[in-house]
């Protein structure tokens, strides 16, 4: 793909610009570093039942479960809308 846009460059100026920036993408492969969070892990404190995805209750398919809304009892939460 980068062939293709060297051929389509008309100038030795438009090359040089996209090699510089060839290079500053393919350098920050090598800078790139973890996120900050992605060795934390989150506890599920939700008490919604689960569901194991091989072995689904009978009339029930994985559309059941991924369209699925949880939203607590109202007199369990505090809703920003309460009037």
Known sequence: RITKVFERAKTQECRAKIAEHFGYFINAFGKEV???????TFQNECTEETYDI??????MHFGHIQNRVY????NESVYLDDP
Do not use: H
Request: net charge neutral; no cysteine; aromatic share 6%.
């Open 54 to 59: 091989n072995n689904l209750p009978k009339g």
């Open 34 to 40: 973890s996120l900050p969070y992605e060795d934390n």
């Open 71 to 74: 939203q607590p009892p109202r």
